[in-house]
């Protein structure tokens, strides 16, 4: 048996910030961030909001979108960076929140490649036979790790959250594949230093700023570019597929630069790469489970359709899955 994909969605909170936003606080402007990232504006969580409400908003429209009842699910799975506490796992809190009695709840940490990680896990949890159903979702409140003075990082990031219901399929349909890569070596390149074992921010121990995502911009961009659209390849060879096969990219929102790049080197179409940073900017493990849902929502795929995912992120981290919908 394999998994497959039969609902989701998203979640995005209602504030936003605008580029023009960001030109009050940093030394920036509208037309530096439009045209090296493509992003114009981001949702912001309002202080208090912890990562799981915003996961139980996505996770409810894409059991909705399933017709799954919480008390249905077997296991959830939540890629984050961003977490509510270092512990519980946020998933923990969201099987409370959605009241999954019959749940199991886990994390997964694979930052920017939060998503595709976490759905690996759940479709290998499904083939082990450790569950027919469940939720896998990736959701950050980055504004929380972001430094607001710091114009290299700040204007990429925002919150939100997207959800997808798995269930036991078929093998050859839903999952196809899932490909996993990390380089540890590189960990420096994105990082939070900040809030674990190395640095524990407790009041006196903690340097300053160090609860802040740090980022070698320009070095992270090259990596995100090679990798994205190696892995990408990887899926398809692996299926005996081309590029010609493949209905629709969604690959991680981080900029659009690096998704024109990995498009071009893949050889896939403009028309077929889903692209939705302009309005949320990097959401980091949330950016392909929200894209995946709003493209459902848009029509730009349909049952039987052939989707790649692929993502990158701190770790470093990449993957890609390749879905038949
Ligand atoms: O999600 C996981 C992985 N994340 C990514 O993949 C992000 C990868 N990186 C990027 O998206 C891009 O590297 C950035 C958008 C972060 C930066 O773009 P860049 O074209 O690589 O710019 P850069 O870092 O090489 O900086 C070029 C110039 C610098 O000024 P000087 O030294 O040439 O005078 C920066 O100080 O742009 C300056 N700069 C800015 N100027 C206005 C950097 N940030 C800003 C800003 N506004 N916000």
């Given at each position: 048996?394999?998994?497959?994909?039969?609902?989701?969605?998203?979640?995005?909170?209602?504030?936003?910030?605008?580029?023009?936003?960001?030109?009050?606080?940093?030394?920036?402007?509208?037309?530096?961030?439009?045209?090296?990232?493509?992003?114009?504006?981001?949702?912001i969580a309002e202080p208090g909001t912890a990562t799981?409400?915003?996961?139980?908003?996505?996770?409810?429209?894409?059991?909705?979108?399933?017709?799954?009842?919480?008390?249905?699910?077997?296991?959830?799975?939540?890629?984050t960076l961003t977490p509510d506490?270092?512990?519980?796992?946020?998933?923990?809190?969201?099987?409370?929140?959605?009241?999954?009695?019959?749940?199991?709840?886990?994390?997964?940490?694979?930052?920017?490649?939060?998503?595709?990680?976490?759905?690996?896990?759940?479709?290998?949890?499904?083939?082990?036979?450790?569950?027919?159903?469940?939720?896998?979702?990736?959701?950050e409140i980055l504004s929380t790790v972001v430094d607001y003075?710091?114009?290299?990082?700040?204007?990429?990031f925002?919150d939100?959250?997207?959800?997808?219901?798995?269930?036991?399929?078929?093998?050859?349909?839903?999952?196809?594949?899932?490909?996993?890569?990390?380089?540890?070596?590189?960990?420096?390149?994105?990082?939070c230093?900040?809030g674990?074992?190395?640095?524990?921010?407790?009041?006196?121990?903690?340097?300053?700023?160090?609860n802040f995502i740090?980022?070698?911009?320009?070095?992270?961009?090259?990596?995100?570019?090679?990798?994205?659209?190696?892995?990408?390849?990887?899926?398809?060879?692996?299926?005996?597929?081309?590029?010609?096969?493949?209905?629709?990219?969604?690959?991680?929102?981080?900029?659009?630069?690096?998704?024109?790049?990995?498009?071009?080197?893949?050889?896939?179409?403009?028309?077929?790469?889903?692209?939705?940073?302009?309005?949320?900017?990097?959401?980091?493990?949330?950016?392909?489970?929200?894209?995946?849902?709003?493209?459902?929502?848009?029509?730009?795929?349909?049952?039987?359709?052939?989707?790649?995912?692929?993502?990158?992120?701190?770790?470093?981290?990449?993957?890609?899955?390749?879905?038949?919908?």
């Amino acid at each position: 048996m394999g998994s497959k994909i039969i609902g989701v969605g998203m979640y995005a909170p209602p504030k936003i910030m605008t580029n023009n936003d960001f030109a009050k606080m940093v030394d920036t402007n509208d037309e530096w961030i439009s045209t090296r990232t493509g992003i114009r504006e981001r949702h912001i969580a309002e202080p208090g909001t912890a990562t799981s409400d915003l996961c139980l908003e996505a996770s409810r429209r894409a059991l909705t979108d399933a017709g799954v009842d919480p008390k249905e699910l077997d296991f959830l799975v939540v890629g984050t960076l961003t977490p509510d506490m270092p512990f519980p796992s946020t998933g923990c809190f969201l099987q409370m929140k959605l009241g999954a009695d019959r749940a199991y709840a886990m994390d997964v940490s694979a930052a920017c490649s939060g998503f595709v990680y976490s759905l690996s896990v759940a479709d290998a949890l499904v083939r082990a036979g450790r569950g027919k159903k469940g939720l896998v979702v990736g959701a950050e409140i980055l504004s929380t790790v972001v430094d607001y003075t710091d114009r290299g990082t700040c204007i990429l990031f925002g919150d939100g959250a997207g959800a997808a219901v798995i269930a036991e399929c078929e093998e050859g349909d839903g999952v196809l594949s899932c490909h996993l890569h990390s380089d540890g070596s590189l960990w420096e390149l994105i990082h939070c230093p900040g809030g674990g074992t190395v640095d524990p921010c407790n009041p006196g121990t903690s340097t300053v700023r160090t609860n802040f995502i740090r980022m070698a911009g320009n070095e992270t961009f090259k990596h995100a570019v090679t990798r994205m659209a190696e892995v990408s390849l990887e899926a398809l060879e692996r299926n005996g597929v081309t590029v010609a096969d493949v209905d629709l990219y969604i690959p991680h929102q981080a900029n659009q630069r690096i998704v024109k790049a990995v498009g071009k080197r893949i050889g896939i179409p403009e028309e077929k790469v889903f692209v939705n940073l302009d309005r949320y900017g990097n959401t980091s493990a949330a950016s392909i489970p929200i894209a995946l849902a709003e493209a459902k929502e848009k029509g730009r795929y349909s049952k039987g359709d052939l989707v790649l995912l692929a993502a990158f992120g701190g770790g470093l981290t990449w993957g890609s899955a390749l879905l038949r919908m």
